[in-house]
């Protein structure tokens, strides 16, 4: 009710002897969104708070904080706004004299960067980028963390990749990031998570990651996936998931951006992905996609990996991914294709492995994707091996080409497949 706000605010403002019980009274009442709304409207209630968040004693200061770090919880833009006055402390405060103060101011700066365009567009001239820079190279866990959550938020914001990213790039976070999001297993693997995050939004929002590709990138997210996967099978940490994903997307975007060709050549890198594939097959199902992401930028167009997965005979774990979901079945697929793409050799590797029977079952699929993938595998294997098309008849093939020459978008492709094997 107004009224309870307004005497909440009163009991604040009294500055008596239970001024910081007020304060705790008031930060509960501040949970709701609706006492938020009512509490920014009243006259004096934000300078009130400002005074208190910059007064010169600790444990005031510290309530103060936690009331602004409910109020930055709050959906509703106005009061993202209210707390404008507050950015500036809250950026100088994160050099501060206590760690859960300085975590509090981390965490408000957070929240508040993602509801308001107005509070970033603020920050960015008072100097965040710099701020978070300093931060990041504190000794404690728990800061970092704070730290890498603020800096996802920037990162996401709709203006980030004219006005955020470049900042970042021009500062010494880079850097670090990937130091901690390498160093994820030895040291925390929250922050690690964080920082492995915020550079996946810069790798797809940013076209050209000289910066990155400069500092090594490729080889360092090779090599923590190298040591992610061979600590799979005995001691996987609880939550290995949530840094795998976006350090396969990671490095999957990099490998798709020009300039980054033959960077990764590390045949290893197979062997970890299938690993990191077969632990987390049952539990983690979203993983499969990300390492077939990963394994298409690889093979696309890299006859290195395409070898590689042959010699290392690793195509019968990939046939198992075929039947996993939808989009698997399309990656696995690419996959296949981008190994056939390479020629004779490669080809009849693909067909000593009996795939053509795991084809077959494919052409019924109901997604038009999944048939698509499947008729362009076929092309290049009958082009390459005019004898599986042959075999493919025997086993009945004909007919499953058939039944597409009415499906719009298969029926050229389906045509052409029925044509081939005619001659």
Known sequence: LPGQVLELLRGVQRGSEDRKRSL????????????????????????????????????????????????????????????????????????GHSLEFTEL????????VVESEAVRKQLLPQGIIPVLASCIQSPHEAVLEGVGY???????????????????????????????????????????????????????RHKDNVV?????????????????ASQIPQDAPEGLELLVCP??????????QTGCQGQGQDGRLLVALFLILQCFLQQHPFLIQECLWLLNNLTADDPFFCSA??????????LQLLTCSQMATVLALT?????????????????????????LPLLTLPDPEAVGQCLELLHLLFLHCPEAATDFTRQGGHQALEQHQSTPELQERAQALLDMVRQ
């Open 105 to 112: 101011c981390l965490y408000t700066l957070g929240n508040l």
């Open 150 to 204: 603020v800096l996802s938020q920037l990162l996401q914001a709709k203006e980030a990749p004219t006005e955020i990213i470049p900042l970042v790039l021009d500062s010494v976070l880079p850097q670090h990031m990937l130091r901690l999001v390498c160093s994820g297993l030895k040291a925390g693997m929250g922050a690690a998570v964080e920082f492995a995050w915020c550079l996946h939004y810069i790798i797809c």
């Open 212 to 228: 990155l590709l400069a500092l090594g990138a490729v080889p360092a997210l090779t090599s923590l996936l190298l040591d992610l």
């Open 309 to 318: 997965l042959l010699s290392l005979d690793l195509l019968p774990a990939l």
């Open 335 to 359: 996959v296949l294709c981008n190994v056939a793409e390479k020629g004779v050799t490669q080809c009849q590797r693909l067909l000593q492995q009996p795939l053509l029977p795991r084809l």
């Open 24 to 95: 705790g009274r008031l930060r509960w009442a501040l949970q709701n969104e609706d006492t938020q709304q009512k509490f920014v409207r009243l006259d004096g209630s934000m300078r009130t708070l400002t005074g208190l968040f910059t007064s010169s004693l600790a444990d005031l200061q510290l309530e103060a904080a936690r009331c602004l770090h409910e109020l930055s919880h709050s959906s509703v833009p106005s009061v993202a706004e209210a707390c404008l006055p507050v950015t500036s402390y809250l950026l100088t405060y994160l050099s």
């Open 247 to 256: 350090v396969l997307r990671c490095l999957s975007n990099l490998l798709a």
